[in-house]
Protein backbone atom coordinates (compact mmCIF):
# COMPACT_ATOMS: atom_id res chain seq x y z
CA UNK A 1 0.00 0.00 0.00
CA UNK A 2 1.31 2.90 -0.65
CA UNK A 3 -0.38 6.75 -0.20
CA UNK A 4 1.29 9.76 -1.62
CA UNK A 5 0.24 13.30 -0.85
CA UNK A 6 1.13 16.06 -2.72
CA UNK A 7 0.01 20.14 -3.30
CA UNK A 8 2.40 21.66 -0.60
CA UNK A 9 3.87 25.03 -0.77
CA UNK A 10 4.80 28.00 0.37
CA UNK A 11 1.45 30.85 0.20
CA UNK A 12 0.61 33.68 1.80
CA UNK A 13 -2.10 34.26 3.95
CA UNK A 14 -5.30 34.50 2.69
CA UNK A 15 -4.30 32.06 -0.56
CA UNK A 16 -5.61 28.96 -1.62
CA UNK A 17 -4.06 24.69 -2.10
CA UNK A 18 -5.33 21.76 -3.26
CA UNK A 19 -3.85 18.59 -1.78
CA UNK A 20 -3.75 15.72 -3.16
CA UNK A 21 -3.32 12.23 -2.43
CA UNK A 22 -2.65 8.97 -4.60
CA UNK A 23 -3.62 5.79 -3.03
CA UNK A 24 -2.14 2.57 -5.23
CA UNK A 25 -1.98 -1.45 -3.77
CA UNK A 26 -5.49 -1.10 -1.95
CA UNK A 27 -9.04 -1.16 -2.66
CA UNK A 28 -9.34 2.24 -3.12
CA UNK A 29 -13.60 2.54 -2.84
CA UNK A 30 -13.55 0.52 0.65
CA UNK A 31 -11.44 3.03 2.19
CA UNK A 32 -12.65 5.77 4.51
CA UNK A 33 -9.99 8.69 3.74
CA UNK A 34 -8.48 11.43 6.40
CA UNK A 35 -6.33 14.77 6.21
CA UNK A 36 -4.05 14.94 9.03
CA UNK A 37 -2.01 17.39 10.32
CA UNK A 38 0.74 18.02 12.47
CA UNK A 39 3.60 20.92 13.60
CA UNK A 40 6.30 20.49 15.74
CA UNK A 41 5.94 19.90 19.24
CA UNK A 42 2.11 18.74 18.52
CA UNK A 43 -0.14 15.87 18.18
CA UNK A 44 -1.27 15.30 15.06
CA UNK A 45 -4.38 16.16 14.70
CA UNK A 46 -7.74 15.37 12.24
CA UNK A 47 -8.38 17.80 9.89
CA UNK A 48 -11.03 16.06 7.44
CA UNK A 49 -12.57 12.79 6.55
CA UNK A 50 -14.50 11.08 3.95
CA UNK A 51 -16.50 8.03 4.03
CA UNK A 52 -15.70 5.47 0.64
CA UNK A 53 -18.02 6.80 -1.50
CA UNK A 54 -17.80 9.83 -0.67
CA UNK A 55 -21.26 10.63 0.90
CA UNK A 56 -20.11 11.75 4.03
CA UNK A 57 -17.59 14.27 5.39
CA UNK A 58 -16.70 15.89 8.65
CA UNK A 59 -14.09 18.57 9.29
CA UNK A 60 -12.49 20.03 11.94
CA UNK A 61 -13.87 23.04 13.68
CA UNK A 62 -10.76 25.01 12.61
CA UNK A 63 -11.08 24.51 9.10
CA UNK A 64 -14.67 24.04 8.33
CA UNK A 65 -16.29 26.67 5.95
CA UNK A 66 -12.14 26.90 4.31
CA UNK A 67 -11.19 23.48 3.52
CA UNK A 68 -13.29 20.69 1.28
CA UNK A 69 -11.98 17.23 1.02
CA UNK A 70 -13.39 15.27 -1.77
CA UNK A 71 -12.25 11.81 -3.68
CA UNK A 72 -12.68 10.54 -7.19
CA UNK A 73 -12.54 6.74 -6.91
CA UNK A 74 -11.53 6.13 -10.27
CA UNK A 75 -8.54 7.87 -9.86
CA UNK A 76 -8.06 6.46 -6.49
CA UNK A 77 -6.99 9.97 -5.08
CA UNK A 78 -8.16 11.85 -2.29
CA UNK A 79 -8.53 15.66 -2.26
CA UNK A 80 -8.52 18.32 0.24
CA UNK A 81 -9.11 22.10 -1.10
CA UNK A 82 -7.69 24.62 1.01
CA UNK A 83 -9.30 28.15 1.01
CA UNK A 84 -8.44 31.69 2.91
CA UNK A 85 -5.25 29.87 4.60
CA UNK A 86 -4.22 31.18 7.79
CA UNK A 87 -0.51 31.29 9.09
CA UNK A 88 -2.30 28.72 12.12
CA UNK A 89 -2.46 26.11 9.03
CA UNK A 90 0.63 26.09 8.69
CA UNK A 91 1.83 21.64 9.07
CA UNK A 92 2.62 18.80 7.61
CA UNK A 93 -0.42 17.61 6.21
CA UNK A 94 -0.88 13.14 6.06
CA UNK A 95 -3.52 11.25 4.28
CA UNK A 96 -5.04 8.22 5.78
CA UNK A 97 -6.84 5.28 4.87
CA UNK A 98 -8.86 3.35 7.18
CA UNK A 99 -10.57 0.01 6.80
CA UNK A 100 -9.75 -1.71 10.27
CA UNK A 101 -6.09 -0.73 9.72
CA UNK A 102 -4.46 2.38 8.93
CA UNK A 103 -2.28 3.14 5.99
CA UNK A 104 -0.51 6.81 5.82
CA UNK A 105 1.22 8.81 3.52
CA UNK A 106 5.03 10.41 3.90
CA UNK A 107 3.32 14.30 4.01
CA UNK A 108 3.13 17.20 2.61
CA UNK A 109 4.35 20.36 3.83
CA UNK A 110 2.07 23.71 3.96
CA UNK A 111 3.91 26.89 4.97
CA UNK A 112 1.34 30.07 5.12
CA UNK A 113 3.55 33.30 6.00
CA UNK A 114 3.76 36.47 4.36
Known amino acids: VQLVESGGGLVQPGASLRLSCAASGLSFSSYAMSWYRQTPGKERELVAGISNTGGRTSYADSVKGRFTISRDNVKNTVYLQMISLKPEDTAVYYC????????WGKGTLVTVSS
Open 96 to 103: KASLGRNY
